[in-house]
């Protein structure tokens, strides 16, 4: 896949088969409409392009008053694990537009004709359900629709995708990441939500009760954390070896709390130095709450029920 940063150095296609959006989280409905582009892309023989922005528009613009999820937004996926994300489909180009408060002004005769014929060279679109382009989203499939003949372009939406008969959304997802559901996201993203950041020196407490853990941080501080409690996870080292892991989010109030909450693995039968590598979790059961003990000891004694839960979860027991 080629990504391109800058729409001036798009290589102009004539034939590109082009869908467009945010992309965040790159979930189920996203799926199907990433798949009906490569299967329009395939018939007609030209290259499949898909159009993202950076940063996300409501980064840049406040949410419209009907939007279902005003608070500051938080991301489902790093830029990088975006790309990594849209990669696996095979698309041919990304391009990843900067969204400025100037591009944001663009009217949808503007977006149309600047940016999809003219840099990119669109002769098909697929769009998903209720998508929306150009200034105040004045843009629809119904506006295509009455002008596709005007502007030379073939138009395919594609209806929502359902899971469980609700409609699948990044927002619904963050909700149940915030509510820590794991489950819940990822039945909608198709996949176990992942969290990536560098291992770093905490207080080492771990270590005197035999259960040292990896104290993560993220490098993109928009990156959504699930809510607090204790995780059942999949642990993947910069050397690439995936280890079964149990994993805390919050302020471990048995040892004093914290004044920042952390996010905090502890590899099952792993023995290795992990600081200031890289360390890639992805969330699959949630396992209980984030609790207050009477001490280390109780503590000890809950982290080794932890671990017999955490390996039932990731190997079968």
């Known amino acids: 896949m080629h990504v391109v940063r800058d729409p001036a150095e798009f290589p102009r296609q004539t034939n590109a088969v082009v869908t467009s959006g945010t992309f965040d989280g790159v979930h189920l409905g996203h799926h199907k409409i990433l798949q009906r582009l490569q299967e329009v892309a395939r018939q007609s023989g030209g290259p499949s392009v898909v159009i993202t922005y950076w940063p996300h528009p409501r980064l840049v613009l406040a949410p419209p ?28 180009y990304l391009l990843i537009v900067p969204f400025t408060r100037e591009f944001a002004e663009w009217t949808s005769e503007q977006y149309i004709r600047e940016l999809l014929l003219d840099k990119v060279g669109t002769s098909k679109l697929v769009i998903g359900y209720d998508h929306r382009f150009g200034k105040n989203r004045e ?19 594609i209806p929502r995708e359902d899971v469980d008969a609700v409609g699948v959304s990044s927002t619904r997802i963050r909700r149940a990441l915030e509510a820590g559901d794991v489950a819940t996201a990822s039945r909608y993203l198709g996949y176990d ?29 928009l990156k959504l954390v699930p809510g607090r409690g204790v995780y059942a996870v999949m642990a993947t080292t910069a050397a690439g070896t995936r280890h079964p892991a149990m994993l805390n989010i919050g302020v471990r109030p ?14 099952l039968d792993f023995d290795g130095d992990l600081y200031d590598q890289p360390l890639k979790v992805q969330f699959v059961a949630r396992l209980r709450d984030e609790q207050k003990f009477s001490g280390l000891e ?9 671990a017999d839960a955490a390996r039932a979860h990731l190997v079968g027991g």
Do not use: M, W
């Not at 259960?211 to 993560?216: F, G, M, S, V």
């Not at 109780?298 to 932890?306: G, T």
């Open 193 to 221: 939500y992942p969290f990536t950041g560098t291992v770093v020196r905490g207080q080492q407490l771990g270590r005197t009760i035999g259960y040292p853990t990896a104290n993560i941080r993220c490098e993109e501080p």
């Open 254 to 267: 048995t040892v004093g709390g914290d004044p920042q909450e952390t996010v905090e693995a502890h590899l």
């Open 298 to 306: 109780a503590l000890k004694e809950q982290l080794a029920k932890d």
């Open 139 to 157: 843009g629809s499939f119904e506006y295509l629709q009455q002008h596709a003949a005007e502007y030379g372009l073939e138009v395919e939406e």
């Open 65 to 92: 008053p009907a939007h279902p999820d005003p608070k500051p937004l938080h991301l489902l996926n790093t830029l990088e694990e975006r790309i990594e994300k849209l990669e696996g489909y095979g698309v041919d």
